[in-house]
């Protein structure tokens, strides 16, 4: 904004509509007087003194500002006094008006103004003149005289009054009208009071010695002085209780926006000017700020009437800018205020220590005649410095604040963010309408972390908040909720529409991710719950979408819709903590032992070890269950080497009794990242003499295959102990067979679901087919997981799968039902000293 607008000096000409007939009134009551009052002139030099002696009267003012006006009261009555006593009618308006008419020509002000005014006092006096002679007066400066020069005075003051609340009414409305009555009224009184008093103690003194007027010549300029000092003091009070104001309201102003909007209307009210700006370069995630309080205009505005050369130059200087007449400043920068409205303007750059993080300016010293002045400008600097230190303080703690609701790494909103907005979508949800919870947990960050380094895992974070901020509704909220669970909430029309949005963002953010030269696959598992259904807080909900999504992370890439039989088995899962630990110190844990026979001749190869668990109040515990519970309580390690040790001990057992038998272990995915169990492994065969190659190490496919290198290193020491490795589960996950072609393992376990879906689906036949041909052109043998018919073992051996493991042969049986099965099943006669027992056939 550099000019006012049109329509603001179409109000300040509606003036004339006041002067006007201020003018008509002047020169009515004028020509009346000069046509019933004899002599209507007096003594020029004596009407000359008194005018000389009214102009010398407005040296000392007091200005009261009314909104965009200023009111200013003169002592310029005690001379009028003295006038309308000792001079004829004519003299005292001639007098007065050309005194007036000196005075505002000093001030210089716009026409409009200088014409009202001049025609305000010529008005006032006028009738004044009229009140004061047509009123009875005694001989001498008696009580009378008193009375008709107060009704006088005061008549005059109430003209003034009237003409100024007519022309503030019409320029800029009644309620400015009414705010200079109110403020102007009392003022007025003691000013007729004071005025009058002094003005009659001069008259008196007159009459009884001329030489009375030295006397008053002191004391005038005495109370010059005292007057000057006294209003340099009310100034200073006035500066000092505004700045206590807006320090104040500096304190108790709470955010950001409330301490703008307080700081910037305090500073415009201590400045006295017509316009405070505020601006703030952006910085960090805080967007620019250009804020205005202006007078007269509610609100913040977001326009400023100076240019904004001045605040560059300020910003650039880092040093105050002053610009206006009185001021100086420089030559360049005034010449572009005078291109505008502005008459005044002071910028001082706001500090955060030695960096200027913005500034504040202030614009048109209210008045015509009133500038800003030296003195000003040190008074803007104190107040920018609080306000510097002020705005530095807001801002820091609205970063705390920010900090507190926010993920610093993904800078999305975190837990305690989640939980208000999911506070307030509970409260506005619409009746048909449910709050849903999406937590997405991503799979194998801790692998990443652990092989590529936090920095990776890191990346992996900031990418699936990208792809979830960038694909979920407009309406939906974003958050992240744990180390590598994502959160995203929003009101829906169904518990099944929240499973199908959730199955099309976890399409949508599974794509390869590529970080430098290594591409990973990474997967979320997704939990959902929606109220009302399955909570009524935002507490419950969140425990209730934890345990759905840990039950997806069983069945990888899976959604998983929350069940009250879910959390059952969360909270048993919680409660066979502390009793495994126990199980495990007192023996309770079993080893049940399932054959691996040849599938061309059905002989026994070897036994899969699998632990069992019968809790004696649960009942029988499932191995995914308690190997769960071992791994989030620190007991895997201790886990698996009793599975290890059980299956060496029989192992070395059924060696001296004259029949080899391999064994195979099931390893977890977290075993392989303890550098320390290859050596434990070493340490194990030895003691129990048993050779490497009867030890079979089996690894799920997610947890050998995991898109990283992590587990290739204890693989190969493993390997080089002469342990067969072998991947289980194999075409579950999302790997291919060329992946195995990196891996030192030795064997390949088909699982179950594609051996069982053999005799009924081509497709799964296609796929077992396909995995026994590559793997033996790699040199791995298959091993065929879930034969429970002779259709199915008819077909792997067509196919040429050299293993197989199933109900057909046995259920995974405890040691002592294990030999007696061998006793059972085995031919006696068929077995010689170099030959592995050969299964007979039971009908």
Sequence with gaps: MTSRPRSAYRRTEHAWLITGPLALCAVVVCLLLGLTVDPALGELPVTLLLTVAMVVATLPTITVVIRRQAFTV??????LVVALFALPPLSVVLAYTVASLVI????????????????????????????????????????????????????????????????????????????????????????????????????????????????????????????????????????????????????????????????LV??????????????????????????????????????????????????????????SDRLGGDPKLRETLGQTAVKDVIVVPLRSGKAVIGTLEVANRLGDTNVFRAADVTVFETVAAHAAVALENSRLV??????????????????????????????????????????????????????????????????????????????????????????????????????????????????????????????????VVVHPDHGSDPATLLQRVDVAATAAKSVPGSVQLYSPALESRSLRRLGLAGDLRSALDGGELEIYYQPKVTLRDRRLVGVECLARWEHPTHGTVTPEDFVAVAEHTGQLGRLTEFVLR?????????????????????????????????????????????????LTLEITEAGVLDGTERPIPTLRRLRDLGVRLSVDDFGTGSSSLAHLRRLPVHEVKVDRSFVQGMATDPGDLAIVNAVVTLSQQFGLTVVAEGVESELTLELLQDIGCEIGQGFLFSRPLPYERLEAWFGAQVDPESITESELPRLRVVP
């Design 74 to 79: 003169f002592p310029t009555e005690i001379p």
């Design 646 to 694: 059980e299956g060496l001990r029989h192992s070395r057992d059924w060696a001296h009794g004259g029949q080899s038998l391999a064994v195979a272990v099931n390893l977890s995915a977290r075993t392989l990242t303890d550098q320390r169990f290859p050596e434990r492994v070493r340490e194990l065969l030895d003691e129990y003499g048993v050779p490497a190659q009867l």
């Design 104 to 263: 505002q020509m000093r001030r210089k002000l716009l026409p409009v103004k200088l014409w009202f005014n001049v025609a305000g006092a010529a008005a006032a006096t006028s009738l004044a003149t009229v009140v004061y002679t047509v009123l009875p007066k005694s001989g001498g400066v008696g009580p009378a005289v008193w009375v008709a020069l107060l009704a006088a005075i005061g008549t005059h003051s109430l003209v003034q009054v009237a003409a100024m609340a007519g022309v503030f009414t019409v320029v800029q409305g009644w309620q400015a009208g009414r705010e200079l009555i109110r403020a102007a009224a009392p003022p007025m009184l003691l000013g007729v009071a004071i005025n009058l008093s002094i003005g009659l103690l001069i008259i008196i003194a007159l009459d009884s010695t001329p030489w009375a007027i030295l006397i008053f010549a002191g004391l005038a300029l005495a109370f010059a002085l005292i007057y000057s000092s006294y209003a340099q003091f009310l100034r200073q009070h006035r500066t000092l209780s505004e700045m206590y104001d807006l320090t104040k309201a500096i304190t108790e102003s709470g955010p950001a926006g409330n301490l703008i909007d307080a700081l």
């Design 398 to 527: 609205d970063r705390l604040r920010h900090d507190a609701y926010h993920d610093g790494l993904t800078k999305l909103p975190n837990r305690r963010r989640i939980l208000g907005a999911l506070t307030e979508a509970v409260r506005i949800r619409a009746p048909g309408e449910v709050v849903a919870l999406l937590l997405f947990d991503v799979d194998r960050l801790r692998q990443v972390n652990e092989s590529l380094g936090h920095a990776a895992g890191d990346k992996v974070l900031i990418e699936v908040a990208d792809r979830l901020r960038g694909c979920v509704p407009s309406a939906a909220l974003v958050g992240r909720v744990g180390g590598d669970e994502f959160l995203v909430t929003l009101r829906l029309e169904s518990a099944e529409a929240a499973v199908e949005l959730a199955g099309q963002l976890r399409e949508q953010i599974r794509d390869e991710m590529v970080f430098d030269a290594l591409t990973l696959d990474v997967d979320t598992a997704v939990g």
């Design 266 to 323: 305090r500073i415009r009210s201590l400045m006295q000017a017509e316009s405070a700006t505020l601006w703030l370069p952006a910085q960090g995630r805080h967007p620019e700020v250009l804020l205005t309080a202006q007078e007269g205009k509610p609100g913040l505005l977001d326009s400023t009437l100076s240019p904004a050369a001045l605040r560059d130059a300020a910003m650039a200087r880092q040093e105050t800018v002053a610009v």
